[in-house]
């Protein structure tokens, strides 16, 4: 058996102190439902680096483009290979900004332990098969050196439904603000669900995010952090959201 790991300057301790993951504890399959409540549609192409992982016609998950060839994503998008959709805003209609690639390898957070853990570590980098073009529509995710402190606005965006209980998908590209929870109070709502590798975020009562796409704190240094995860279902919004780093 083949082991594979990522690229040498992208080491896994550095990727967690990089790097927002919200993990989503409602579904945790790629079968899941996504969520963004009570956001609103994003200013069309203003989240350049927002993927959309495809089997096919169908919408499975979100992810990061964090360079011109690699994609951050979660672990529990555990397709073999996707069609990653890339420079869209409106799922149904040409924008004619997209560009289409096909995944290839793929590497799995080897502490990654799935259904068995609690999303701890869920993250996982795709391969494009052939490097993206960079146009205003298609960017990499600028990646922080540091982690976001408590307070930090975050914007979050994804194409998940939109409100609770669950809607059908929205069709235009979806963005939500969050501030940076401390995980000393995000300890408290969630006793014993919370890790040292993982960040919180919260917002207004009604306001939530899981399986979405892209959480990126508002750049104090230029820096951001990518990929989504796990909220409080929505009628526990008011209490945070939470994720890895």
């Known amino acids: ?5 990522p690229p ?16 989503c504890f409602v579904g945790f399959s790629h079968e899941a439902k996504e969520k963004i409540t009570n956001g609103t549609e994003c200013i069309p192409h203003s989240q350049p680096w927002q993927v959309g992982l495809f089997e096919g016609t ?6 990061v483009l964090i360079d011109r060839r690699w994609v951050l ?4 998008c555990s397709g073999s290979r996707y069609w990653v959709r890339l420079g869209e805003h409106s799922l149904s209609k040409l924008d004619w900004t997209e ?3 096909r995944s290839g390898l793929s590497v799995t957070h080897p502490s990654y332990r799935g259904n068995l853990g609690n999303h701890d570590n869920d993250l996982r980098l795709l391969r494009l098969g052939t490097p993206v073009r960079l146009t205003t529509s298609v960017q990499p995710l600028p990646l922080p050196t540091t982690c976001a402190t408590a307070g930090t606005e975050c ?3 994804g194409w998940g439904t939109t409100n609770h209980p669950w809607s059908p998908f929205p069709d235009q590209l979806q963005c939500l603000s969050l501030s940076i929870v401390s995980n000393a109070t995000c300890r408290a709502v969630f006793p014993g669900r919370i890790t040292d590798n993982m960040v919180c975020a919260g917002g207004k009562a009604g306001e939530d995010a899981c399986q979405v796409s892209d959480l990126q704190a508002t750049p104090r240094t230029g820096g951001r952090g990518g990929r989504t995860g796990w909220g409080g279902g929505g009628e526990r919004a008011s209490q945070g959201s939470r994720g890895d780093r």
């Open 99 to 101: 560009q289409i690639r």
């Open 8 to 23: 040498r300057t992208w080491k896994w301790s550095t990727m967690r102190a990089s790097i927002f993951l919200l993990l």
């Open 73 to 76: 994503t979660a672990a529990h």
């Open 1 to 5: 058996m083949l082991h594979l790991v």
């Open 155 to 157: 914007h979050i965006s």
């Open 58 to 63: 169908r919408l499975r998950c979100g992810g």
